[in-house]
Structures are given as structure tokens and as C-alpha cells.
């Protein structure tokens, strides 16, 4: 870090700890006014659509899961949806179910990475989940039990827990006995108590003093907490279907991002991710979840992203108690149904941990892809963490003018990782640099 005499003072941090990437920040100040703000994803393109062209239409699941190793998922999912939609076919409500079980073991395993492992040193004081663990053992090994049974979740059903292989076009390879999941219910349910707990306890910390009026964006399932499918709708009444994503959103290239910023037409940066589907979908909650939320007070919507932590945690408990309620339904059928290429254009839209995950294929008649379109999540939420940084440091600047760039610099970081960008998914992160004039 260097300081300067004169009115331009810089900040530079290599990486940003604790989030999935790597980047930069930069904010500009001048006479006490925030006068830019830029999150900087610095990381190479990838290409993974371009890639995609001229491959069989079977292999987009394998080849985008690829894209994250964190929610590769949300990528099997969305892409497995939307080829289905091409060719006309509709899942059994057996393998839909395991579709939802693996989800469940997503949500499970990255959310509690993010929970114990990301966000919490920062809530509790602590620079790292090492330092963390010395003063609070249980609370790291609970957090890393939980990780552990959602990753054993995405291996039972996926057939290993990172970038899963058993998920295909039509349903899976195999299908799981109903002895192998059951095995798995007195340890799901000894992590429910664990995250109702968790809860609890993270309900007693100390919080930004800051709330925004979002546009949040999410699926919404008529009788389902959202995971595979449903319409997009909006806290301010957007409500379309997934084939109208082009109607609706604009991806653009923007000059400091290697990553397309994504936003809604005539309306700019909306918020997708956990405190939008709680917002949207309370009410579709598992009654646990739903009750866990009630003691916390939390009730439909929270406009604070730095409380994003508490949502998540009820978002495991969800997780959990649906994994229990498939696992207890669940009885093995066929392991997948026969999907024959249709040429035409599908559309796929998921709920990775970290918000809509929305695919875009077309294909011919032989199966060859054509064209596709791959929007994640961090895309979409670049220009709100960006708003919301805008808006903090103002605050701030403003309450204290005299504010250490070192103040600044952490609590931009604590915003950022509140989010939980998957960096590399949208194309990494951070490197700080605070311009004062």
C-alpha cells in the first residue's frame, strides 16, 4: 500500500481474498464524491460458446460443467433443459426429482464454503478461516460438515462431487438404489440441527447499516421452491418466460470487464441470486426453513446484501429438508429417457447458489449445436455490486471525509464477498486501487 502527499492517493491489493477469482476494484474520489467505481474481471475469456459450435448437442452438459467447478450443476442443469426443450421431451418425475436432489447437494456444499469459509471471518473479525477455527473449532467444523454432505449428496447422485459425470441429456447414466440414499438420511438429518443452529447463531452478529431498493430477479415455480424450472419474474412486476431473456436483458461489453455486463432493458442493474428467490418464493419454503426464518425475524424480503449470509444459511436448511423429502419419496426407475435431435432453438434457466444460470442453443436435425448463449449469474450482478459500492463508500466518505483508504478497501471487500461472485464464471477477481483527488 502506498500513501502520497499529494491529493491522488492509491490503493493496491493483488487478489481479493475469499471469493471464487480474480480482478480488480477502482474507485475514484474526488472532493469528497465517489466519482467511479469499476469492478474490474480481468481474466482471459474463456470461449466455452464458441466452443460449443459444432459439437453434438449430448455433450453441452459435460462441456459447460466445465465452466465452474464450484456450481457445475446449475451448467448440467440449464444446459440439459434447454436441449430437452429443442427436442420436445419431458422428464419423468422420478429422475426430475434426482435432478433436484443433485441441486440440493449444490446449494448444500457451495453455500456452506461461502458461509463458514468466505463470509463469516469477516462478520466474526478474522482475516482467514484459519485464524477463525482457532478461536471457533466447532463453528468451522460444523460448516465443513455440512460442505461434506452436500458433496456427498453430488457424488451419489453425479457420480463424483466436482464437475459431476453422471448427468445427461434425458436424465443420468445411473440412477442411485433407494438403500444408497437412505444411508445418507441420519446424516442429513443430524445437519439440518446443525444448520438450524447456525442460524441462530448468525443471527446475533453485527451488520452493514445498509439497505437499497433492489430489483430482484428470480424463477418462480407455482408450487415449488425454484431450482430446474419456472417463469422470471420480478419484485417490481416483471414476469415472463425463459424464452423471452433476450426481450428483457441486454448483455454488454464494457471497457475495465472481461465479463459482458448483463442488466434489464429501460430498467438497469437488477439483483438474482438468495435474497432474490427469498424475496420471490418465500412462501414455497420447507416448513423448517420457513419456521428458522420466522425466528430470525426475516420475513419475504431482506434489502441488506451484507445479511445475504443469514438467507443462505436458511437456504441450507431448505436444501436439506428437500433432500430428506425426495430421498423418503424416492423410488428407482429408469435411469433416462431417449431424447432424438430436433433442429430448433431452446432456451434453459436454473438456479445456480449464486442466481440465474440461463442457457440459449440451437441446433439441426442431426444434433450438431449451431449457436449458443450462456449467461451466469455474476454477469447479471456486476452493475449492482458496483451501485452498492458507489453508494457505501459515499457514506462513508461522506460521515468521515478523513476515512483510511484501508477502511474503504475493507469494507468494499466485505460487500463484494457478501455477493459471492463466481468470478471465473462470468470471465476473476481483487485488486484495489482507490483514486482520491
Known sequence: MKNKSSKTRTIKVDYLARVEGEGALYIKIADGIVKDVNLKIFEAPRFFEALLQGRDFTEAPDITSRICGICPVAYLMSACHAMEDICKVQIPTELRNLRRLIYCGEWIKSHSLHIFMLNLPDLLGFDDAIGMAQQHPDVVKNGLRLKKIGNTLMELVGGRDIHPINVKVGGFYKAPTASELNDLVPELKKCLDLAINALDFFSKLNYFDYEEDYEFVALSH?????????????????????????????????????????????????????????????????????????????????????????????????????????????????????????????????????????????????????????????????????????????????????IKDKELQSYSEQLIRSYDPCISCSTHFLDLTVDRQ
Open 222 to 402: 407455482p408450487e415449488e421452491y425454484p431450482f430446474n424450472e419456472g417463469d422470471l419474474i420480478s419484485n417490481k412486476g416483471l414476469n415472463f418466460n425463459i424464452s423471452e431473456f433476450d426481450k428483457y436483458f441486454i448483455e454488454e461489453h464494457v471497457p475495465h470487464s472481461t465479463a459482458l455486463h448483463t442488466y434489464l432493458k429501460d430498467r438497469g442493474e437488477c439483483f438474482v441470486g438468495p435474497l432474490a428467490r427469498y424475496a420471490l418464493n418465500f412462501e414455497k419454503l420447507t416448513p423448517k426453513a420457513k419456521k428458522a426464518a420466522k425466528k430470525i425475524n426475516i420475513l419475504g424480503q431482506c434489502n441488506n446484501p451484507s445479511k445475504g449470509i443469514l438467507i443462505r444459511t436458511i437456504e441450507v436448511i431448505f436444501a436439506l429438508e428437500e433432500a430428506l423429502h425426495i430421498i423418503n419419496s424416492y423410488k428407482q426407475a429408469e435411469s433416462c429417457i431417449l431424447v432424438k435431435p430436433t433442429a430448433g432453438v431452446g432456451y434453459g434457466c436454473t438456479e445456480a447458489p449464486r442466481g440465474i444460470c440461463f442457457h440459449k442453443y440451437e441446433i439441426d436435425d442431426s444434433g450438431n449445436i449451431l449457436y449458443a448463449n450462456i449467461v451466469p449469474p455474476t454477469a447479471i450482478n456486476q452493475k449492482t455490486i458496483e451501485k452498492d459500492i458507489r453508494n457505501i463508500v459515499y457514506n462513508l466518505v461522506k460521515t468521515n471525509p478523513n
